[in-house]
């Protein structure tokens, strides 16, 4: 994480300054230090999902009956970087396999856990109950674990790019952390928060707290934050409603972006903010694999089947449950045999600002949740 954030600070700098200054810092830049997967390939015919890259750990989702005890992904590293295991070793991924890159200086190492999947997420009840500090020990990971106490899922967040912003230092400086005061238990809390001076320069002054289903691309976070939110995961089955509890304060003041404002902030009279919190079920495509921040409720979008959403989004003092049923969208029905392939995904996603995909929102506004459950229908007719 440490070597992915200079190199975006890199490229802030190359923005922010003389063309010539930018040149000279890339001159400076040393690639041989660099210790990162960057692309993993596995044989097409088998796999359900592009590989999912994120941090440190790889998922490849395979389709059903694949056979796990021999796989042979083979990985693209940063310029002049090994891998131990080397690059398309077959082995057995009935467990996860770890993978230790070593940088071409031989300075820097990094492990990637690499796991495999042939099944979609089945069930999903969400207690917020688990947490782990991020790779560089700042920010709160959100985990969720199966009947038996093995890791099911992790939750994504942005806490990754606003840890570019060197706004955050431990986890309670960051938007998106666990808290104790849960309806039952621990919770999630997602605050509304400044960015500061440097992303403001880049015209990105407030980060929503936020979390959701999927993966966070962090290389995308600074220029083109829409598209870092990539919003869900494979799902099985038909879901039928979406159910939690949330409390809600929406913060003081209501900014919208100004790009001519010194903070990049202008203050909306009268407007007070609103959270986000809903459930999308959509097909995925080799073409349109995830929902992104630039179409995940679209009207239009000709992928999504099924959407649950939090319409009620006032301050609330006390825990409020929510049961929200599915809807499905005219004319959308579910095809058996591409349920049975994993071709359908589930999205939820929970933001603390509505608007704060596009900068806008109230500094303090929280929004907390747990209890989050999909119900769905056993068997599909």
Not at 71 to 81: K, Q, S
Not at 146 to 152: C, F, I, R, V
Not at 180 to 188: L, Q
Not at 215 to 243: E, K
Request: with cysteine.
């Amino acid at each position: 994480m440490v070597r992915i954030i200079v190199r975006l600070c890199k490229v802030i700098v190359a923005i922010l300054l003389t063309e010539l200054f930018a040149t000279a810092c890339i001159r400076d830049e040393a690639p041989n230090a660099e210790a990162d997967i960057i692309g993993c390939m596995l044989d097409q015919t088998i796999l359900n999902r592009q590989p999912v890259i994120e941090n440190d750990r790889i998922i490849l989702m395979l389709r059903k009956g694949t056979d796990l005890t021999s796989l042979a992904p083979e990985f693209t590293l940063t310029p002049g970087a090994t891998i131990d295991p080397q690059s398309g070793t077959h082995l057995d991924f009935t467990s996860p396999q770890y993978y230790t890159v070593t940088s071409q200086d031989g300075v820097w190492k990094k492990t990637y856990r690499v796991e495999a999947t042939t099944s979609a997420l089945s069930t999903l009840k969400a207690g917020l109950e688990h947490v782990r500090l991020s790779s560089d020990g700042k920010y709160h990971v959100f985990y969720e674990l199966d009947d038996n106490g093995n890791p099911l899922f992790d939750w994504a967040t942005a806490n990754a790019g606003y840890s570019l912003t060197g706004a955050g230092s431990q986890y309670t400086d960051f938007p998106t952390r666990q808290d104790p005061d849960g309806y039952i238990g621990s919770c999630a809390r997602l605050e509304t928060m400044r960015t500061g001076s440097l992303a403001e320069r880049l015209n990105k002054p407030l980060a929503a707290g936020n979390l959701f289903l999927g993966q966070f691309v962090t290389l995308n976070a600074l220029m083109d934050p829409l598209s870092a939110t990539r919003f869900g995961v494979p799902f099985d089955h038909v879901p039928t409603s979406f159910r939690g509890y949330f409390r809600y304060k929406a913060g003081d003041v209501f900014y919208k972006l100004d790009k001519n404002a010194p903070d990049k902030l202008s203050p909306v009279n009268g407007r007070i903010d609103e959270f986000a919190l809903y459930a999308v079920f959509y097909e995925s495509t080799p073409e349109k694999p995830t929902l992104d921040g630039n179409n995940t409720l679209d009207i239009n979008n000709p992928y999504i089947l099924a959407t649950a959403e939090v319409t009620d989004t006032r301050s609330t003092d006390r825990w409020k449950e929510f049961d929200i049923p599915f809807v499905f969208r005219p004319g959308k029905t579910v095809d058996p045999v591409k349920l049975a392939n994993g071709n359908y995904n589930l999205a939820i996603v929970c933001a603390s600002s509505a608007d704060g995909a596009q900068f806008e929102g109230a500094p303090g506004s929280v929004l907390m949740v747990d209890e989050l459950v999909i119900e769905f229908k056993e068997d599909e007719d």
